[in-house]
């Protein structure tokens, strides 16, 4: 019987699957894409259509169509195989029982919840009325499922009719036993906005406090659970991310009103943290659709002072970081109340985030630098450490030309401030510079990369494949199952790996390149042979026997002179 796993491959075509992802382009036989696992700037993911799987030759990820899904959207199996099941429209009936009902029970307990939720907010007065004060339209309200806790067991007892056992709602995080025992309902008068995972699935729940406690938290989080990990859920982009890959920019916020009152005027690349701190897994995710991430601040020492610390955050994943000014509103939820054109404007008119810290600092034409040296280099030195902790050295030279356009200094003093502050990192505490030696890549490191290339080769060549067997006395061991048979996976691999690098290469240049492997091969053969010898030398003279000292020198005399006649030909 065929498992569900090889029905879902063979109905979803893995290229126009990963389509949706990613943009896709034809390479011989095969695809190419950007990987979206790593950043990258030309093509090294390889999707093959005829063995259904795909592989990155830049960070080594790869797999099939579920480890994509894994991997990108990041699900555990069973959520990804129902995921994929779904639109393969094909039934689960093997997948593993135990991690079926922990994770679809959870996915049904969260669904039935939402509808209580919303059902229960269209009877609160209080509510309604606070999202319409803060101009929030209904049709937002429906199409984010927005919805309100009462609180008490409401939600328990609901779920229990439902069939639902106590254990697996509580699991869920909708409800939790108090002191004397009993379960509560973990939201009580308390707004309620749905937080869904990548692939449109509720997984758990944000509430606003509406009650008159003074000692309850504004804003509650559903806690951790198998179907949600905090640091890998942004609120709205389950909605916003095709929207954010098309414009290759996403507009951050901080809150769930600012996104949904931002996404209701128009702005449909937005994404908000909620409250639960930005991760290097949400970077990570970002990263995979947008170059461009724009942030707002206040206009004060505070909110510059926020926009240093993002500029650092941001820098790491070499985000191109762009800044908007919100004037007299507090967030740019209150900028679409007042005017709901305002924040597109401004995302429109947004500038470099370092063009505001000059502007802080010296001004907009340089008319708040002093004449205090001190504190010119003080400030200076500021802002070039920012600069330093940029990836791209492309942006580092733009901002470098600002920073002297801005305070009349030569660009070449600024470089060569940059580079001081560079190697000023690198030293001790002492003051002495600390020295890293480079890993030195050995020679059975280097019989390996040959041998991959070889192979990768060798795949596009009849002729080549013969000559590769005839030397198999030379190839690194762990490819030797790939000789003995050409269509495994790891085969498969190499054959991908063949026709990504070498589809656009003459016939005569991928001769002239396979004659040099060969060679390098053998090379590279001789010298482990050569470093063999050497260590029975050494235990030779650490022995003093004579007699098996003659007979390693005169080895690796032989051994040398082959090195050196190889190194002629090549």
Not at 275 to 293: P, S, Y
């Amino acid at each position: 019987m065929i498992k569900e796993t090889d029905l879902i491959k063979n109905k979803l075509d893995i290229v126009e699957f990963l389509r949706s992802y990613i943009t896709v382009s034809p390479a011989g036989r095969n695809f190419k894409a950007i990987c979206p696992f790593h950043h990258e700037k030309t093509p090294s993911l390889i999707i093959s259509p005829d063995k259904q799987i795909w592989h990155c030759f830049g960070c080594g990820e790869g797999g099939d169509i579920i480890k994509f899904v894994m991997k990108y959207d990041n699900l555990e199996f069973p959520e990804a195989l129902r995921f994929l099941a779904e639109k393969a429209g094909i039934s689960l009936q093997h997948l593993n029982p135990a991690q079926q009902k922990e994770f679809g029970v959870l996915y049904d307990i969260h669904v039935i919840a939402t509808e209580f939720f919303q059902k229960q907010l269209e009877r609160n007065e209080k509510a309604l009325a606070y999202l319409k004060k803060r101009k929030l339209n209904e049709d937002t309200i429906k199409e984010f499922q927005l919805g309100y806790a009462i609180g008490g067991e409401s939600l328990t007892l609901h779920l229990l009719k439902y069939g639902f056992d106590i254990n697996n709602i509580s699991k869920s995080g909708l409800a939790y036993k108090n002191n004397r025992g009993l379960f509560r309902d973990r939201f009580e008068e308390r707004i309620i906005f749905p937080m869904c995972n990548t692939v449109e699935k509720v997984v758990a729940f944000t509430g606003r406090y509406m009650g008159e406690r003074t000692d309850a938290p504004k804003y509650l989080n559903s806690p951790e659970t198998p179907i949600f990990n905090k640091s890998r859920v942004l609120y709205g982009f389950h909605r916003s991310k095709h929207e954010i890959a098309r414009l290759n920019s996403a507009f951050l916020v901080e809150g769930q009103m600012d996104f949904l009152m931002a996404w209701q005027s128009g702005v449909k690349n937005g994404i908000a943290v909620s409250g639960t701190g930005l991760t290097r897994q949400h970077l990570e995710k970002i990263r995979r659709v947008a170059e461009t991430i724009i942030v707002s601040f206040d206009n004060d020492s505070a909110g510059l002072h926020a926009l240093e610390r993002s500029f650092e955050i941001f820098s790491e994943f070499d985000f191109h970081m762009k800044a908007i000014e919100l004037g007299k509103y507090k967030d740019p939820a209150e900028a679409c109340e007042e005017d709901p054109a305002f924040l597109s404007k401004a995302i429109e008119c947004a500038k470099p985030a370092f063009s505001y810290l000059l502007n802080y600092y010296f001004g907009k034409d340089g008319e708040k630098q002093n004449n205090d040296i001190a504190e010119i280099k003080k400030i200076v030195r500021h802002l070039l450490e920012k600069i330093k902790k940029l990836k791209s050295s492309v942006e580092q030279n733009i901002l470098i030309k600002d920073l002297a356009r801005i305070t009349g200094m030569r660009e070449d003093i600024l470089s060569a401030e940059l580079e001081e502050l560079k190697q000023t990192e690198g030293k001790t505490t002492e003051g002495k510079k600390e020295i890293k030696y480079p890993e030195e890549t050995n020679v059975s490191s280097r019989i390996k990369l040959i041998t991959e290339r070889l192979l990768a080769l060798a795949f596009t060549n009849d002729e080549f494949w013969d000559i590769v067997k005839s030397e198999k006395e030379f190839i690194a061991h762990e490819y030797i199952p790939i000789l003995d048979d050409p269509s495994s996976e790891q085969a498969s691999i190499l054959k991908m790996r063949g026709s990504y690098e070498f589809s656009d290469t003459s016939q005569k240049v991928l001769k002239k390149e396979f004659n040099d492997l060969v060679s390098y091969l053998r090379l590279e053969n001789m010298k482990q042979k050569q470093l063999e010898i050497q260590k029975k030398l050494k235990s030779a003279e650490q022995k003093n026997n004579e007699e098996q000292i003659k007979a390693c020198l005169q080895e690796f005399d032989l051994i040398t002179k082959k090195i050196h006649e190889l190194k002629s030909k090549i």
